[in-house]
């Protein structure tokens, strides 16, 4: 058995754990190297560490990254996000390699429907079409006909005909926040991101006494409640935006922890405060399986092209029908 086959078969069995890196190695000039050798293209969500960020090739929101992933011409799709994230790649990549570097890397949200459960769902309303949130997995995508992100799903909802009944899965938070905004009364399914419901409003509104000029900013995935304490909602995009533009010196900033590190970029003489979830014992929100790829599960990944993600052909082609109007729909929006 060669080095390669060796390594694929513990990645299988024990994953990363007992994989040894060389001492001394420099990660980042490794990662680079082999990005370069192999024709790769590192892709990035805000959620992920600082020093994954800053590797990137392109670093960016679903909506962003599901473009990027598009349009790339790289041979190899190295995607540090969750493993939703690698698969919508790989749905618009069919013929491209693409690789998560760890595939424990998951979401609550994705984990709360099935296709099969939304099936069954959608055949008691036989006139409604599915609309989804892109955080959830391919089976949901093949049962759904449009997929949206935070960034794009007012734009398109808005295009729909308000006499078309609509199920909206799997984000409840979401899916009520546009109900208000869009001013329908689409059908929900009841899944929920555990980051965006980690969120204390009694710590948020403390936080918001001690300190008077500071905006509180919000994702529409977080609970009800907390979006009508914020002064602006939106996409971790729009958030970007709305902190670097806005005259305000001071954000509380309600949404996954990983975003402040772009934040300080843009805006490096702002003050940032991570909202305060209800666990008393952490200061901030963190998704722990966005956290799960490190520096050296990248330069692993890399090395042995490993792991990779996999999509049965008749599957990714229904998926990739709901991603297609995705994306023909939202091409007017920056």
């Not at 024709?39 to 962003?64: C, F, K, P, R, T």
């Not at 998704?287 to 330069?299: A, G, P, Q, R, V």
Request: glycine content about 4%; hydrophobic content about 40%; charged content about 25%.
């Amino acid at each position: 058995m060669n080095t390669v086959e060796q390594a694929t078969k513990q990645l299988m069995t024990k994953g990363y754990m007992d994989m040894k890196i060389p001492e001394g190695i420099d990660l980042v000039a490794e990662i680079n190297r082999m990005r370069k050798e192999k024709n790769a293209v590192i892709l990035a969500h805000y959620y992920q560490s600082g020093e994954i960020q800053d590797l990137a090739d392109y670093l960016g929101d679903s909506l962003q990254l599901a473009r990027a992933a598009a349009k790339t011409n790289a041979d190899l799709i190295v995607f540090c996000g969750v493993h939703f994230m690698a698969e919508t790649a790989k749905i618009i990549n069919p013929t491209k390699k693409v690789i998560l570097p760890d595939t424990q890397a998951g979401c609550s949200l994705a984990d709360a429907c099935s296709g099969e459960a939304l099936r069954d769902f959608r055949k008691q309303y036989p006139d409604a079409i599915v609309v989804s949130y892109i955080n959830c997995d391919a089976s949901v995508k093949a049962e759904s006909d449009i997929i949206v992100t935070s960034s794009n799903a007012e734009h398109i909802i808005n295009s729909i005909p308000k006499e078309q009944k609509i199920i909206f899965a799997p984000d409840r938070n979401l899916g009520r926040y546009l109900n208000q905004v869009c001013q329908r009364e689409m059908i929900l399914w009841d899944g929920s991101c555990i980051v965006h419901e980690a969120f204390s409003l009694e710590r948020i509104a403390q936080q918001m006494a001690e300190n008077p000029n500071a905006k509180l900013i919000a994702h529409p995935e977080a609970q009800e409640d907390l979006l009508r304490m914020a002064h602006f909602i939106g996409s971790t995009s729009r958030l970007l935006e709305y902190v670097e533009k806005d005259k305000a010196n001071e954000f509380i900033v309600a949404t996954e922890e990983g975003i402040l590190h772009k934040m300080e970029k843009i805006a490096p003489n702002k003050k940032l405060i991570p909202a305060l979830v209800q666990d008393e014992s952490c200061h901030c929100s963190e998704c722990f399986f966005m956290k799960l790829n490190t520096l050296e599960k990248l330069y692993l990944c890399m090395k042995y092209e490993l792991p990779e993600i996999v999509i049965e052909e008749n599957l990714r082609l229904k998926a990739l029908d709901s991603l297609n109007r995705m994306l023909e729909l939202s091409k007017t929006i920056a």
